[in-house]
C-alpha cells in the first residue's frame, strides 16, 4: 500500500470525508476572516494617523466645522467616527439645550455608545476564530474515531491484526487528527494577535475620547463664564 495524501483519500470512508471537509471549510473561513480582519485594521490605522495630522490643530484652535468636515473625510478611521459623532452631540445639546443635562455629559454618554458600536465592528468575525479554534481539535478527534472504527472494522472483515489489515484505518485517524490540529492552531494564533491589536486600538480610543471630552468640557466652562459675563455687563 502506498501511504500518499491521494491514496488515503481514496481509502477514506464517506463520514471521513465529510469531517475533512468540514475542516477545510474551517481554515478557509479561518484564512477569510484574518485577512478581511488585517486589511481592515491596516486601512483604519493609516486613516487615523492621517485624521489625527489634520484635526489635532483644528481641535487645538477649537474650530468645530473644520474638524466635522475633516472627520467626514475618513469614515474608515475608528477615531475620526467618534469625534464625529461626539462633536456633533455636543454642538447640538450647546445650541438648544436639552433637559438638566449638560452637553459634556450629553457627549460622554454619546461617546460610550459610539465606542461600544466601534468595539463590536472591530471584532468582526473574530468570533469564527475563536469557535474553529475550539471546535476544529475535536472535529479532528471525531474523524479519528472514525479512523479507528474503519480499522477495526478490516480487522473483522479480514480476520487479521496485521498491518495490512488497520494501515487504512490508521493513516486516515492520523491524517483527520494532523488536520484537526494544523485548523486549530493558527486560528487560536490569529484569534490572540487580532485580539491585542484591537484591544490596543479601544484603549487609543478611549484615551483620545478622553481628551476630547476634557476639551468640550474646558470650552462649555469658558462658554458659560462669557454668558455670564455679558448678562452681568
Sequence with gaps: MQFDLAHIWASMGLVSKLIAFVLVLMSIATIAVVVERVIA???MNA???????????LLDAWDTEALLRVSDRYRLSALARLVSSAMRRFLRAESEGEGNLTPVELARREVERRREALSADLRRGLSVLASVGSVAPFVGLLGTVVGIITAFQSIATTGSGGLGAVSAGISEALIETALGLSVAIPSVLFFNYLT???TAVEAALE?????????MENQHGRASEERLLEEAA
Design 41 to 43: 485594521l491596516a486601512r
Design 47 to 57: 486613516e487615523t494617523r492621517a485624521f489625527v495630522k489634520e484635526a489635532q490643530p
Design 196 to 198: 491585542g491589536k484591537i
Design 207 to 215: 484615551r483620545s475620547a478622553g481628551e476630547l471630552l476634557d476639551d
